[in-house]
């Protein structure tokens, strides 16, 4: 859980109290907090004077807009067919051994999320990651412990 | 039909003066662009190749003063990379691609609609976006751009779903007519064309359609940018001819032991050994929007089919129930094959499913599925069986 305080005011003067503006608000909380809240969708409905279910509706439609809790560093490995034949689950199964969690959990200290996701545009360099915003190509388990062991450090 | 061969080239990549071509495009009519842009018989690059020309011109035939021109940027067909490398090495093209397009139609205004997952490339997005609009406005020229990013979802490729999430709403697909050269973003007249497209169109202004007509075939004209997986010692881009088959495709980039290559994605066909030779990259043969991805024999046509039909279940935007039914049921069905849970003739019947999903989806997402589905399940049955 988190608190938004000001944040979603100032993002609706940012960008304008209209429907169109739904998106890129969302998208700022999720960059901030990884995450949209229930209390978070009720605001921005109210701010936009839209119905929470609306907001919920459009949240829930994209992947990338969580409405579920998520860790500080989101793990999207890829799992799309490129990837998946360049050994994608040894990756997995690496990132599942050092943060002891599995596909879909998050760590008990809210440092990081392990999800799957399709197609990230890196076929040429399978397998391959985002973490966060940031694309990891050409992982093997060596690359993908000494990645993580670089977001642990931060 | 006789095929071309295989040529390198370099069109999309090439630096230009952007300022010299986009100083000449302005002083040119609407018109003149058009016809340019028509002549060089240029479909546009995302996949589905619709006449680029076309769309200007019907878009600019609308009377409303308010236009858009929209960069579809939601490059998420599986096996395609090529439009990010684009957005990172020339952005400046893909601008001056936009405000062509937006000459030719008489819109002011462009929108990028770029996917979540190249939020990455944002910064050096923007300063080029800045240096762009530094650029045209002493040239004297009124057109702006402005980012709008996705959020993980394959199906705001389809162009009415990009509006719809533009808005800020599920990127569910509209029902069409009206088409977006009649009302498109905003309910407004708007050419929503692929990067690959805009930059191609700069380049036919920039040299002239002739030097552009005399690469590929009649149905096929130019060059296109392939992006390049699977089994093959050189993953990566390629700008070639088009006009290939793919087994020169594949002597160049196969690794010895190519059974089957998946051309244009999961919504894509598979192309198996036995027809390398007879078949076409391009619009008389296999189209594609670049993927290409190449299967050895060490794969299993299975997985692949699955892995697809898992994507198709997830992307589905659940709107219309053949789509959304249908990938269910597809992949459920091959899975139970495979288990021996149905006979093989049950496949039968599943592609009769993927047929139906063809005439009665909403778009082409549920249109496209039996593309791969069809192709995998005719050339390698005896895998998806045993």
């Known amino acids: 859980m988190y608190q938004t305080g000001n944040m979603v005011k100032e993002l609706a003067e940012k960008y304008g109290r209209k429907r169109e503006s739904l998106m890129p608000i969302l998208q700022d909380i999720v960059k901030k907090h990884n995450y949209l809240t229930d209390e978070a969708m009720v605001e921005v409905a109210t701010e936009l004077d839209i119905s929470a279910a609306e907001v919920y509706g459009t949240a829930s439609f994209y992947t990338f807009l969580d409405t579920e809790e998520r860790g500080k560093n989101v793990i999207r490995v890829c799992k799309t067919i490129t990837c ?21 959990q998050t760590t ?7 999800l799957e996701t399709n197609c990230i545009g890196w076929c040429h360099k399978a397998p391959a990651m985002l973490i966060n915003d940031m694309p990891y190509t050409d992982l093997t388990p060596e690359t993908v412990i000494d990645v993580i062991k670089g977001y642990m450090r931060k | 039909m006789k095929s071309k061969g295989l040529t390198k080239v370099d069109l999309i990549f090439e630096s230009i003066d952007a300022r010299e071509v986009l100083t000449k495009a302005f002083s040119m009519s609407s018109e003149e662009i058009i016809s340019q842009v028509l002549e060089s018989g240029l479909k546009g690059r995302g996949g589905a190749g619709f006449p680029t020309g076309m769309k200007w011109k019907f878009t600019a035939a609308e009377k409303d003063p308010e236009k858009y021109i929209v960069c579809n940027a939601d490059e998420g067909e599986p096996g395609t990379f090529k439009d990010r490398e684009i957005l990172d090495r020339v952005v400046y093209k893909v601008y001056g691609g936009m405000a062509i397009a937006g000459k030719a139609m008489g819109a002011k205004k462009g929108y990028i609609y770029l ?5 990455f ?3 050096q997005l923007y300063l080029e976006l800045h240096k762009f609009q530094k650029m045209i406005a002493e040239i004297g020229y009124d057109f702006s751009i402005e980012y709008r990013m996705g959020s993980g979802a394959y199906i705001c490729g ?7 999430s533009i808005e800020g709403f599920r990127g569910e697909p509209r029902n069409k007519p009206p088409y977006p050269t009649t009302s498109g973003l905003f309910s407004k007249p708007t050419s929503i064309n692929n990067v690959e497209t805009l930059v191609t169109a700069m380049m036919i202004i920039a040299r002239g359609p002739q030097e552009y007509v005399k690469l590929g075939t009649k149905d096929s004209r130019g060059s296109k940018v392939f992006s390049i997986s699977g089994d093959t ?6 700008e070639l001819e088009l006009g290939m088959t793919v087994q020169e495709f594949v002597n160049e980039f196969g690794d010895g032991d190519t059974k089957a290559v998946q051309v244009g994605g999961a919504s894509g066909f598979c192309v198996p050994r036995k027809k390398f030779a007879e078949t076409i990259i391009g619009f008389e043969g296999v189209p594609t929007g670049g993927s290409m991805k190449l299967f050895n024999s060490s794969r299993s046509m299975y997985n692949v089919l699955h892995n697809y039909l898992d994507f198709f279940t997830e992307e589905s935007c659940g709107q219309c129930t053949p ?6 049921q597809l992949l459920k069905g ?11 003739t049950y496949l039968n019947e599943l592609v009769k499913l993927a047929d139906t999903m063809k005439v009665a989806s909403k778009c082409g997402l549920g249109q496209s599925v039996g593309n791969a589905f069809r192709s995998i399940v005719e050339n390698f049955r005896e895998e998806i069986i045993y």
């Open chain 1, 84 to 104: 998946s034949m360049k050994g994608k689950n040894n990756i997995i199964s690496t990132l599942e051994e050092i943060l002891k969690i599995k596909v879909g």
């Open chain 1, 108 to 114: 008990p200290d809210k440092m990081f999320t392990l």
């Open chain 2, 115 to 119: 996917r979540g997952e190249y939020r």
């Open chain 2, 121 to 123: 490339l944002l910064p």
């Open chain 2, 158 to 164: 389809e162009e009415s779903a990009l509006f719809e």
């Open chain 2, 233 to 238: 010692p050189i993953p990566g881009i390629f």
């Open chain 2, 323 to 328: 789509c959304r039914v249908g990938c269910q």
């Open chain 2, 334 to 344: 091959v899975e139970k094959v495979k288990k021996g849970e149905a006979k093989s």
